[in-house]
């Protein structure tokens, strides 16, 4: 079958952040690193800036890259490998599409409603679905639905590359998380024809947004589910990198999410500014975005997760000053656009969403109440 375009990614050919990352296209699995660079301790807050542990040195690593097959169109396609996820895209209705599998473990041969999740597009609809390793799909898009895409993704049997992943635990103000190379963020993604897709901007941070991925539950390789997004967000939907600036699994472990540049510190700039990311539509600068993995509208995060979140929020909070129970009004930065909303806030409250789902966003108050001054 015809197939579109797709965005050619490149690798720059300096060494990217901390100079962890490997080769091209090698692509990490951070779950089966976690002992290494992921230590479980903890520290106490401390004032000022946020800021990394510092690379003490890296180790090289094999893991899966991840392949993907693009199609157009609704008709069956079929890929050369199993599938993980299928990320779609189409320009029309935003609701009434749907998908089913040919084989795998997805409810093969019955018709799924495709769910936006957290991620909206200006003029249409999109979605990325988990496939349970399906080597055939088909589609349904509303009436009148145009161009549409899709992105067979495979984030755990591709080819071993060789990654090198920092050998010592890396922690952001005592809370431990997993660097972009730890979980395979292939940098080379961020890529179109030999230049950044989207270059890094950094304004101060005004406010915190809570997400959920929207994506499976007792998730048994959430490493790949980030890889998987990664992609999704990257490629098919052409943001070139992930759209949020954190994601914390079901046991709590934290992800770098938006690359923010060579320095030491997740998600800002060495003067504490915070990374433009992709998260939020409209009012994105000046916007951190922390995503919780998982479907979360009738089922509760874990309390790692939870717990998770609240250690990450109270620092990024406290060390940037902000009360996270306030009332505050959001100026965008690069147009003026304001928004009136609580410091720390759910998606919903930006824009017309589920997400973060209605479990989570019940829970916001308690996230405010445990991460106050």
């Not at 520290?43 to 392949?67: C, N, Q, V, W």
């Not at 992709?278 to 509208?297: E, K, M, Q, R, V």
Request: hydrophobic share 35%; aromatic share 8%; net charge negative.
């Amino acid at each position: 079958m015809p197939r579109p375009p797709i965005p050619s990614h490149r690798r720059k050919p300096s060494l990217s952040r901390r100079g962890v990352i490997g080769t091209a296209g090698a692509v990490a699995a951070g779950a089966a690193l976690t002992p290494v660079v992921f230590a479980a301790a903890e520290s106490g807050d401390a004032a000022g800036s946020p800021s990394g542990s510092g690379d003490s040195g890296t180790k090289p690593a094999t893991f899966p890259a991840t392949r993907t097959e693009a199609a157009s169109g609704t008709a069956e396609a079929a890929t050369a490998f199993a599938a993980s996820f299928v990320g779609v895209r189409w320009a029309g209705a935003p609701d009434g599409a749907g998908i089913r599998f040919a084989d795998g473990d997805a409810a093969a041969g019955t018709w799924q409603t495709v769910n936006g999740g957290c991620a909206t597009v200006d003029g249409g609809g999109t979605a990325l679905v988990a496939a349970g390793n399906a080597t055939a799909y088909e589609l349904k898009l509303p009436d009148g639905a145009s161009d549409v895409r899709s992105l067979a993704i495979d984030t755990t049997d591709g080819p071993d590359r060789t990654f090198h992943v920092p050998s010592e635990p890396t922690r952001v103000r005592g809370v431990p998380y997993l660097p972009r190379p730890a979980w395979g963020a292939d940098e080379s993604k961020r890529y179109q024809d030999g230049k950044v897709n989207t270059p890094e901007a950094y304004y101060p941070l005004q406010a915190i947004t809570v997400h959920h991925t929207a994506t499976q539950n007792d998730d048994p390789d959430p490493a790949a589910s980030v890889r998987g997004i990664y992609e999704y967000h990257a490629i098919t939907l052409d943001w070139g990198d992930i759209g949020y600036h954190f994601l914390i699994d079901e046991a709590g472990t934290v992800y770098e999410g938006r690359y923010s540049g060579d320095d030491v510190t997740p998600a800002f700039d060495p003067d504490g500014k915070v990374v433009t990311a992709f998260h939020t539509a409209g009012y994105n600068s000046g916007n951190l975005g922390i995503a919780l993995l998982g479907t979360l509208n009738d089922r509760p995060p874990t309390d790692a997760a939870r717990k998770a979140l609240i250690r990450l929020v109270r620092v990024l909070a406290r060390v940037k000053g902000l009360d996270p129970r306030a009332k505050t009004t959001y100026v965008n930065p690069v147009n003026g656009v304001t928004r009136d909303v609580t410091t720390v806030s759910g998606h919903r409250d930006w824009l017309e969403t589920e997400c973060p789902g209605q479990t989570m966003y019940d829970l916001l108050a308690e996230v405010r109440a445990a991460t106050a001054p």
